[in-house]
Nanobody, 121 residues
Framework: QVQLVESGGGLVQAGGSLRLSCAAS????????MGWYRQAPGKEREFVAA????????RYADSAKGRFTISSNSAENTVYLQMNSLKPVDTAIYYC??????????????WGQGTHVTVSS
């Protein structure tokens, strides 16, 4: 059984920053990468960033490059997403999931509660 709990979202003004956390428990599937996804109102869920538990294999969506930084702490089974220079278009529910290495494909079809990020203009 794997549990992923996202936290750190909130309301922030455009240009501000937030740091999201994803805590994994149970089977942590260390052979897979970890990733962040987001779903904006009325839109499909999309990939944001991914990283391996050792801190390598970092991938970003074009929308995240230069503004977001993903990191991992294998000792704490936690993955972070530092989001800077936030824009209203970043408003979404952010989710984490395991990721098939080298891809943007999530391992699990079920998703947690996510953490809400709202960026005001």
């Amino acid at each position: 059984q794997v549990q992923l709990v996202e936290s750190g979202g909130g309301l922030v003004q455009a240009g501000g920053s937030l740091r999201l956390s994803c805590a994994a428990s149970g089977r942590t599937l260390s052979s897979y990468s970890m990733g962040w996804y987001r779903q904006a109102p009325g839109k499909e869920r999309e990939f944001v960033a991914a990283i391996t538990w050792s801190g390598g294999g970092i991938r970003y969506a074009d929308s995240a490059k230069g503004r977001f930084t993903i990191s991992s702490n294998s000792a704490e089974n936690t993955v972070y997403l530092q989001m800077n220079s936030l824009k209203p278009v970043d408003t979404a529910i952010y989710y984490c999931n395991f990721v098939i290495p080298g891809t943007v494909v999530p391992v699990f079809n079920s998703w947690g509660q996510g953490t809400h990020v709202t960026v005001s203009s």
